[in-house]
């Protein structure tokens, strides 16, 4: 009887351990499933240093310091790019080439930095607005540095308005002259987003320009100019939710398809 009782209760000892090793397994903390990363983007950022832009030219450039600091920082959700460049859309004659200033120079910088930068590197001082000229660029530059698996952004400021020597300012012809053939097989996903554009300007460059693949999004002018509006008092910038938020709504819209 004894050494059933044993037996009977070693039993029971063996099953509350395992018991307690098998709920004990449970509650620990497994691998937790990492973040979803994001894909990994180019960004190609073009100012445009026209006199035609000069109205808008300090809301821009204080503005394009916050996104570049944003996007660097990863606030509010934004996507870090694995290359940036930046570089004028302008010059004295068509065709001119232009410096391209990489992502170094505006690492370790803050917001007031890069704007000082912006504005000694950039000056409102070009007589042309050659996006043509720009886009050939980009293109150059995503083939020689092997960044064409990865997604590509351009995002422009400027009032979106070129100069197409022998060709009216304003006609819809020149629009018709921009050329995004060197952006179209670039990237398997390529958007050109346009800011400070006006309405017009805008629906000029939806319904005139010549495009197949490239994603093109523009925000008008007055929308713009609201970006101070979003910023809220006493907050520091990583914590300016309300505003970089603005900037995802508002200035990095996911395209889904381009307008064939």
């Known amino acids: 009887m004894n050494r059933l009782r044993s037996a009977l209760t070693a039993s029971l000892v063996s099953a509350a351990i395992l018991l307690v090793a098998v709920v004990g397994c ?81 690492e370790g910088k803050d917001i ?68 995004l053939t060197p952006l179209e097989y670039l990237a398997r996903n390529i958007t050109l987003r346009l800011t400070y554009v006006s309405p017009k300007v805008g629906e000029q460059w939806r319904k005139n320009v010549p495009r197949q693949r490239v994603r093109l999004w523009t925000v008008d002018t007055e929308v713009m100019k609201g970006w101070k509006d979003q910023m809220q008092p006493g907050v520091d910038t990583a914590h300016q939710d309300r505003f970089w938020k603005w900037v995802q709504d508002n200035v990095d819209f996911r395209v889904r398809s381009a307008k064939l």
């Not at 460049?85 to 004659?93: P, T």
């Not at 980009?138 to 995002?155: D, F, G, Q, S, Y």
């Not at 009216?168 to 002259?177: C, H, L, M, N, V």
């Open 112 to 179: 007031e930095q890069i704007a000082t930068e912006l504005r000694t590197w950039f000056p409102p001082s070009d007589t042309l607005t050659d996006f043509n000229s720009f886009f050939q660029e980009v293109a150059r530059i995503a083939k020689e540095r092997n960044l064409i698996l990865a997604p590509i952004t351009l995002m422009v400021v400027t009032d979106g308005i070129p100069d197409v020597p022998g060709v009216k300012a304003g006609s819809r012809a020149i629009y018709e002259q921009i050329n």
């Open 26 to 106: 449970n509650l620990q903390p497994g691998p937790q499933p990492s973040p979803q990363r994001k894909a990994p983007m180019t960004l190609f950022i073009g100012v445009d240093v026209s006199g035609s832009f000069k109205h808008d030219y300090d809301n821009a450039m204080t503005f394009l310091s916050h996104y570049i600091y944003g996007h660097l920082h990863e606030l509010g959700g934004l996507a870090k790019p694995q290359a940036l460049f930046v570089a004028s859309i302008g010059g004295k004659k068509p065709g001119e080439p232009k410096s391209f200033h990489p992502i170094h120079d505006f």
